[in-house]
């Protein structure tokens, strides 16, 4: 079960989410991000994209770039 909208919407705006533009949701294997975009989808925003391949697939290439 989800918090109540209103929390959820008050968390993304605590981390500093702006709805209004374009997300990709990802986390370690794409289970996470699946719960992120729902919550969005919740929220109203039904395009919100999942990397569903996330920090295993990205991390574990060559060919990816990576940032400290």
Wanted: net charge negative; aromatic share 8%.
């Amino acid at each position: 079960m989800l918090r109540p909208d209103a929390d959820v919407r008050g968390a993304f705006h605590g981390e500093g989410l702006d709805l209004a533009r374009p997300v990709i949701a990802t986390c370690g294997s794409g289970v996470s991000a699946a719960v992120l975009a729902l919550a969005m989808y919740r929220l109203g925003r039904r395009d919100a994209a999942v990397y569903d391949g996330s920090w295993t697939e990205w991390g574990g290439r060559n060919d990816t770039p990576i940032a400290p």
